[in-house]
């Protein structure tokens, strides 16, 4: 049987246990997310085009064809980027699957990695039917295409993002002061793998804001999550 476990350490010291996704969840993911995105296309494709005809009066059809590759092309790669980058590394069908894309140290993927592995799913899908993507997913432990390998990303399950524990259910208190956005992302990563951590390390990495919290023990760690709540919104 493989393990399809892998143990990681965050820069922040989190252990987190990352499960690799196998090949069946991602065609899942892949089939339900091309699907939305042939129903986007035929829907906005004829708006696009008419408003074009209409605005350089062309009758060419071959410009308006070239037009149709070009919008079916970013529709059909921004898709996947957007979602990757916006959304919590999870297209609708990834999250639907109960899975998403981090980088290979476990830190949400950033613009640049999701370009690359997005612009190489022609390469994977070559010559046919993914072939070239699918004997990279069989030749490495971790079942990555080649975007993947090239890009440094991994495809998860989320569990390990998303479990909850009972204490983190605190309510939202306003920082005394205003997080920079590393800040911010630092705050919500020690908010959603809190879980992964044992009481003792949760105090001590709580520890490190005791200047902004001036709390200490588990009243700190309780803190943050508030803080937390506060940068998500929940007022």
């Known amino acids: ?36 995105v042939l129903l986007v296309l035929i829907i906005m494709l004829p708006t ?4 074009v005809k209409t605005l350089v009066l062309s009758h060419d059809h071959s410009f308006m064809q070239g037009v149709y590759l070009i919008t079916i092309f970013i529709v059909w790669w ?7 980058v916006r959304r919590g590394g999870a297209t609708p069908g990834k999250k639907m699957m109960g899975l998403m894309v981090v980088h290979d140290d476990g830190t949400p993927i ?13 390469v994977d899908f070559m010559p046919f039917g993914y072939f070239f993507g699918f004997i990279s997913c069989l030749c490495n432990k971790d079942f990555k295409r080649l975007g993947d390998l090239s890009a440094g990303t991994v495809v998860v399950y989320t569990d390990a993002f998303t479990r909850v524990p009972q204490h983190i259910a605190v309510s939202p208190i306003a920082p005394p002061l205003s997080f920079l956005p590393d800040e911010q992302r630092s705050i919500l990563d020690y908010y959603e793998r809190i879980n992964t951590l044992s009481n003792e390390r949760a105090i001590e990495l709580g520890q490190i804001l005791n200047e902004v919290t001036l709390q200490k023990g588990q009243q700190s760690v309780t803190t943050i999550l508030g ?5 998500l919104g929940r007022k």
Request: charged share 20%.
């Open 1 to 36: 049987m493989l393990d399809t476990i892998r143990k990681i350490e965050t820069p922040e010291g989190v252990e987190l246990e990352l499960r690799v996704v196998g090949l069946i969840p991602r065609a899942i993911a892949w089939i339900v997310d091309t699907v939305i």
């Open 48 to 51: 696009i085009l008419l408003f």
């Open 78 to 84: 921004f898709y996947d980027v957007y979602f990757e």
């Open 110 to 122: 950033s613009w640049s990695s999701s370009f690359t592995r997005n612009l190489l799913r022609s």
């Open 227 to 231: 803080y937390a709540n506060w940068v």
